[in-house]
């Protein structure tokens, strides 16, 4: 069995052209240089994403500011509605 060159599929020893990406097979001499460095790129991508429990720990953390914000905004109401009611008690 050899691999796609581009996209990593296995194929059968024959095939000429990969089945998923389309891409031309090439001689396994020509085709394992690009395959390395396939793999080389995909585990650089692989450091450079981050783990599920990162990701959560992104969005706790935006979730807390966008939060923040609603309850800066929330008290600037809060308060005129205040004001407001008090200011019509005492005008009774």
Not at 4 to 11: A, P
Request: net charge positive.
């Amino acid at each position: 069995m050899k691999y796609c060159y581009k996209c990593g599929t296995q194929l059968p020893d024959e095939a000429n052209f990969c089945e998923k990406c389309g891409a031309p097979q090439q001689a396994a001499s020509q085709a394992s240089a690009p395959r390395q460095e396939e793999k080389k790129i995909r585990q650089e991508e692989k450091k450079v994403k981050k783990s599920l429990g990162e990701k959560m720990m992104d969005n706790f953390h935006t979730n807390m500011e966008l939060q923040k914000q609603r309850r800066a905004n929330f008290k600037w109401w809060y308060w005129v509605i205040i004001a407001a009611a008090l200011a019509y008690i005492f005008n009774m």
